[in-house]
């Protein structure tokens, strides 16, 4: 026989301890738990009293059963309103932590910046004149005199092309290949000496690919005054790249050939990458072609009304693209189009 049980102790223990150990719940989880234990459909401890009262004799139901039902609801209260003050006090100490301190510094905001191309125009521009070169500028729409002819280039060259060339439709002009035209029309309307660069916008119906784009820019130089010589011409531009690409860089002239000068040379700077040992971005040569320059051709001269046994000069070409490249260390021009802040950011 199991000993019989004593309902009266065990009402004492659970009554005497439930609504203080509601009370102490200092967390939603611990209010959680003591409703568990007290309440719980399976194992709370007072459902537990409560069904077994069934088997109690009728007095004792009838003596039990409310006292029962009365502490049931007063844990519920208990655990009702410890759960109210707990969520206050959470919502209390959130708006504590996001209280808005206006005395704060604010955040900093990302700055912008200028395009890589951008930059390196800008510098470009800067070093040149710092060694004396006024700005000149040209419309993008040209006539194929001052973009061809006037440079004399012939009428059966290659350039001339529509391959080459955007030609507008049913009007005698195209948009200018090069920002050499701004030459012609700089000595058209100035008498020497003259020393001006011209940046700008070129155009050439090209596909697209890792070195090619049909809208690029140029900077062109022209320095028209007595004797001027090759020598000259070597001087300008070392220190015009040097300053672009820092002191260390070497620089080559290779005898080239352009219409428009005479004689001609591009300049090449050895590889940035590889330093010369022979790397895929240099073709393996060991250096990078910069630009091309020369001798103002005296057909140009004279085209535009300078007489070449007075003066002579020296002319220079150079594409931005490609030198931002260089200084990126990246290998393909579309990447400067994609704007990837990663790449927009290397240059400044
Ligand atoms: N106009 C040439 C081009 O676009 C570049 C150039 C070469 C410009 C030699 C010059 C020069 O002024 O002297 O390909």
């Known amino acids: 026989m199991p000993e019989p049980r004593d309902w009266d102790r065990e009402w004492l223990e659970l009554s005497a301890g439930a ?23 399976e194992r709370g401890r007072l459902s537990a009293l409560l069904k077994s009262l069934k088997d109690l004799p009728i007095e004792e139901r009838k003596r039990l059963g409310p006292q029962a039902n009365a502490l049931k609801d007063a844990i519920e209260k208990g655990l009702e ?29 990302p700055r ?12 470009m521009t800067d070093i040149l004149s710092r060694l004396g070169f006024a700005l000149a500028e040209g419309p993008l729409v040209e006539n194929d005199r001052n973009n061809f002819e006037g440079l004399n280039i012939p009428a059966d060259h290659p350039a001339r092309d529509v391959q080459d060339t955007f030609y507008l439709r049913d009007l005698p002009l195209l948009l200018r290949t090069h920002t050499s035209p701004v030459q012609i029309r700089h000595m ?35 320095y028209i005054d007595r004797r001027v010589t090759m020598a000259d011409l070597k001087g300008t531009l070392s220190l015009f790249m040097r300053g672009l690409l820092g002191p260390k860089a ?58 070449p046994a007075q003066w002579s000069g020296f002319a220079f070409g150079v594409g931005v693209e490609r030198l931002t490249l260089l200084r990126l260390g990246v290998p393909d021009i579309r990447m400067l189009y994609e704007n990837d802040v990663r790449v927009l950011e290397k240059l400044s």
């Open 81 to 109: 309103s410890r759960r109210k003050a707990l969520d206050a006090k959470a919502l209390d100490a959130g708006l504590a932590a996001a209280r808005i301190d206006l005395s704060l510094p604010p955040p900093p905001w």
């Open 250 to 307: 070497a620089i080559r002239f290779r005898p080239s050939f352009f219409p428009f000068t005479e004689p001609s040379t591009e300049v090449d700077v050895r590889c940035l990458l590889c330093a010369g040992a022979g790397c895929a971005a240099c073709k393996r040569s060991g250096w990078m072609e910069l630009l091309g320059a020369g001798l103002v051709h005296p057909n140009v001269l004279r085209f535009c009304g300078i007489d």
């Open 19 to 41: 609504l203080d150990a509601v009370s102490r719940a200092d967390t939603l989880e611990a209010v959680e738990a003591a409703r568990v234990d007290l309440l719980g459909r």
């Open 188 to 222: 058209e309307a100035n008498k020497p000496p003259i020393r001006i660069m011209a940046p700008g916008r070129v155009f050439r119906h090209e596909a697209v690919d890792a070195s090619h784009s049909a809208v690029f820019h140029q900077v062109e130089g022209l």
């Open 112 to 123: 912008g910046r200028r395009h890589p191309v951008s930059e390196t125009l800008r510098e």
